[in-house]
């Protein structure tokens, strides 16, 4: 590999691994739900959701209530005559400021209902939303196994009309300990404009519902959720009504299982994304092919069996972003444990090769690779050890194997005993190896990448 291969190797693997390992990484996420038999004929899709009711208080009318049904088309007579309803029954939206309710649409221009004053059929836990929450944006879950979840209360609905309806940039003040983030949800209506820029630690990602190219804004749900301490704005709707449900997301118990399988979220939303399509897309990344390793940022109870089958299902944060971008990548990838071998090996020469007639391929493995253990599940206990074995020989009844890995993250502190081994000393004694839970990912080489066009699924 030539030098300049080998920088741009080096630069690429760097930004991958900061940017992993950066808790910005997972600051916000999003995605779309069609609406079965509006603008597709496609049954087919494992994911849809029913027409959306929505029913508010409505003091003009004789039952004291009124009903609109979502997608709105803003051309049809009688959907835009309940739509003008819905906006003249809403009240006029404030922001919190120094502790007082402030109304100044200079700054935010839109109008509300409060929780109490309406209801819909529209459910975010049956589509899938809210469990796709949990596993990308719930940060350090209490439990090994992963079974914090999230709740979401409905907080408002919120329409910000044309001309001028916006919301400049600001950073929501969490209404308990317990909230972490929040979710918008675009019930489908004719606009333009109006997108939700959010940012955090020099990240942007912006939603945009309205019509745009191909999308007309009425044939799905979209939604985004984002973390309390980001900063976030709506920008001007130019054209028609942009129309939200919002919902504080709260810490609660619960229970995931949608890792490289949650179709309720858009994978190239999220930044890592690009990041790593634009290092495959380089035929001087890796091409040669090779294994990229990304230690797990969350613990997870690897080496039981219980533990082993929740994975990869129970991956969290930035865990479970990394596993989704890669296998939407069309990359394969597993989770493993790597041995932590820091104190194994006492003597240099059993390390880096002693001249008993090894290759030399496999001295230069040992010395720039991992041991990588073949799955995860079980504590592996042995007798070899108490003789007179070399620490290969010890290794080898492991179950496992050497590997050249391109690390893209420095190991966690989260480790748990994977290996138990006799040792040889003035007296008979045991010795444990600790391993680290790991994703690895096979990088085919630039030729294969290119040949059977690996991102084609990408876009």
């Not at 979502?70 to 919190?96: R, T, Y």
């Not at 008979?428 to 680290?436: E, P, W």
Request: net charge negative.
């Amino acid at each position: 590999m030539s030098s300049t291969t080998q920088d741009l190797h080096n630069a690429i693997s760097k930004e991958l691994g900061s940017f992993i390992a950066s808790k910005s990484s997972t600051f916000a996420c999003g995605g779309r739900v069609p609406i079965f038999g509006v603008g597709t004929d496609d049954t087919s899709n494992a994911l849809s959701s029913s027409p959306v009711a929505l029913r508010w208080d409505s003091p003009e009318v004789s039952s004291g209530i009124s009903k609109l049904i979502f997608p709105v088309d803003a051309f049809n007579d009688e959907h835009k005559a309940g739509l003008i309803k819905l906006v003249q029954d809403c009240q006029p939206a404030s922001f919190g400021y120094k502790g007082e309710d402030i109304i100044d649409e200079s700054y935010r221009k839109a109008t509300k209902l409060d929780s109490s004053a309406f209801s819909s059929d529209f459910c975010p836990y049956k589509l899938g939303i809210i469990d796709t929450i949990a596993q990308v944006l719930l940060p350090n879950a209490n439990s090994r196994l992963g079974t914090s979840g999230v709740k979401a209360e409905l907080y408002k609905l919120n329409i910000y009309g044309a001309p001028s309806g916006l919301f400049k940039a600001h950073v929501d003040t969490p209404r308990s300990g317990t909230q972490f983030g929040s979710l918008v949800v675009s019930l489908p209506c004719h606009h333009k404009g109006g997108q939700l820029v959010v940012r955090h630690a020099g990240h942007v990602m912006t939603f945009d519902w309205g019509i745009t190219g191909s999308n007309s804004g009425l044939g799905g749900i979209q939604w985004a959720a984002f973390y309390s301490d980001c900063e976030h704005e709506v920008l001007e709707v130019i054209e028609g009504y942009r129309i939200t449900l919002t919902y504080n997301l709260y810490y609660s118990p619960g229970v995931g299982d949608l890792a490289g399988n949650s179709p309720a979220m858009d994978i190239k939303q999220l930044p890592l994304f690009n990041k790593v399509k634009a290092a495959l897309d380089d035929p001087a990344f890796l091409a040669e092919g090779g294994h990229l390793g990304v230690y797990c940022q969350h613990a997870y109870a690897h080496s039981t069996e219980e533990g082993a089958k929740a994975l990869p299902g129970v991956l969290k944060g930035a865990d479970m972003a990394v596993y989704s971008v890669f296998k939407a990548l069309g990359l394969k990838m597993s989770v493993r444990p790597i041995f932590d071998l820091g104190n194994f090996y006492d003597d240099d020469d059993d390390y880096y090769g002693s001249s008993d007639g090894e290759e030399e391929d496999d001295h230069s493995i040992k010395q720039t690779g991992s041991f990588i253990l073949n799955s995860c599940g079980g504590v592996c206990v042995t007798e070899v050890g108490g003789g007179e074995e070399s620490n290969e020989e010890i290794l080898q009844a492991a179950s496992g194997r050497w590997l050249k890995v391109n690390w893209l993250t420095d190991p966690s502190a989260f480790s748990e005993i994977s290996f138990v081994h006799l040792t040889y000393g003035n007296e008979a004694g045991i010795s444990q190896v600790y391993s680290h839970a790991a994703l690895v990912v096979t990088v085919p080489a630039t030729s294969v990448r290119q040949g059977v066009n690996l991102l084609n699924a990408a876009g």
